[in-house]
């Protein structure tokens, strides 16, 4: 818990799996003090249910771990939600890097890092998968029509049609089937 925060939202809460303890160390401290609430992983599997237990808001993830390597993880704490993942690597580790991203990280971070650079990083990550999920859950977008569902509000090329609750549900049922709007 943090004292520094005046009228804030609760602490979002960042899992750091990460096996060279000076370096978690470093990214809890630096994370902590902007106000985050910080658990740490020292192995892959440990990594994996930790993440299920606290449901963190993001997790930085290094990418050479024993047990399962950060890839491994990756792919396993996003098989069961979308959680944003910024990885760290290794300079030398550069195509896995790549690879990281291609199954879920959300972006990397290269050793050696600064610590500010890490907590914008993680910001970062935190406020596109939230839009993110908005965007997905709220919005149905095909060609101009545009259905808001929770505001249930249709517009076509930015114009307001009004829509009785039974013509929404219907239209929002047609957009689900895609192929079959006649927009
Ligand atoms: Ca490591």
Known sequence: ???TSFGSPPARTI???EDEAAIADAIAARLR???YA???AADGPAGVSRCTEIQPDAVVLDLMLPGLDGLEVCERIQANRAVPVLM???????????KG???GADDYLTKPFSPPELVLRVAAILRRAKAGQQEAADVKQLGPLRIDTTAHRVTVDG???DLTPTEFKLLLTLAERRGRVQA
Request: glycine share 4%.
């Open 159 to 161: 114009r307001e049609i």
């Open 88 to 98: 760290l690597t290794a300079r030398r580790e550069e195509s896995d890097r790549i």
């Open 15 to 17: 899992l750091v799996i």
């Open 33 to 35: 003090s902007e106000g």
């Open 38 to 40: 910080v658990e740490i």
């Open 1 to 3: 818990m943090t004292s």
């Open 101 to 103: 991203l291609t199954i």
